[in-house]
Structure formats: structure tokens, C-alpha cells
């Protein structure tokens, strides 16, 4: 029967339970990671619709508005660098469902991969926040995944689709514009 599953937190949940993989099933270590988990539900929007909004997007410079998200977006990034002083992961000792949920929104953040606001929310000083971040960024499979539905970047680097693993050594885009009659796709 089909299950309509929706919401990010609700499809990664449902992922997990499903495969057996990246939730805890000890029931305190479970709480800690949907906690997290949920945590990233409720703190992203002020991120990436308030901070990233108001700092980078909104055609009107409001300082307020900017302040008042960046105190919020350096609060949360503390929280983070918080817990992760207390483990490698959000969930613990593992990588989890709550480290892929928050991961894209505030490694990219810590990065300077969003917004073009690292120096401005002062970011190298949540040392353990960009100890995860790398520590995400450099699994092979955070890797594969950054490649599938890329549009930009590199053409080695974007794989439009992913049907089966040997894609990601035949089908990214430079392969494809390598194989093309007439060079390179415009």
C-alpha cells in the first residue's frame, strides 16, 4: 500500500524506520537524536527565512530586521557548538537522521556557502560546529548526494539523475558533453 509521506522531518523519519539506518534504536539515544532532528524543523526558518531573507535577498536593507535575525542565527550556532563540544554527531556518538537535517543549512552556513555572511556572524569561532561541518562534508556519501539534481558548478560535479550508482562515473555532466556529437550542452 502506498504511504504518502511529507515534510522533511516526517521523510527522513519514515527513511530511517524503513531501512534501519541512522536512528538510534536505545530509546534515550533515539530521544536525543529526534530531538535534534526536530530541533532543525523549528530553527531552520529563522536561518534561511529570516537571516538569509533579510541579510541577502530582501531588496530593502532593514537593519532591525538583520539584527534581530543574526542574533537568532548566532544563538542557534551556539546551541550547535554546544552539544557538538558534548559529541561528534547531534544524535551522539553516530551520524543520524538529525545531522543530514541540519548539516545542509547550517554547514553551509558556517562554510560560506550561503549568504556570504561567515565574517559577519563571526562563524570560525563555533570551532566545533566547523569540526562537523567537515566531518559531514567529507563522507562519500554526503559527497555522491551534494552531485544528484546539481544544475551549477563544475560540469563534473552535476549529475542531473541518478538511476543506479555507476551513473555517478558515467552520467555527470562533463562525461555527457565529453560524449556529444557537437561538444559541450548549452
Known sequence: TPVRVFESG?????????FG????TEPARRAECLSWLFWQMGSAPYLGGGFGH???YAPTKIEY???RFA????RQLDVLDRRLAESPYL??????????AVWPWYGA????????AAEFLQVEAYTHVQRWADTIAARPAVQRGRKVNRAWGEPSEQLHERHDAADFDTRTQDK???AAPSGPAT
Open 10 to 18: 516526517a521523510i527522513l523519519l519514515y527513511l530511517a524506520e524503513k
Open 21 to 24: 539506518a541512522f536512528l538510534p
Open 54 to 56: 533579510f541579510y541577502a
Open 65 to 67: 530586521a538583520i539584527d
Open 71 to 74: 542574533m537568532e542565527a548566532k
Open 91 to 100: 544524535g551522539g556518538q553516530d551520524y543520524s537522521i538529525a545531522d543530514i
Open 109 to 116: 552556513l558556517v562554510k560560506g556557502v550561503v549568504y556570504d
Open 176 to 178: 555527457i558533453d565529453a
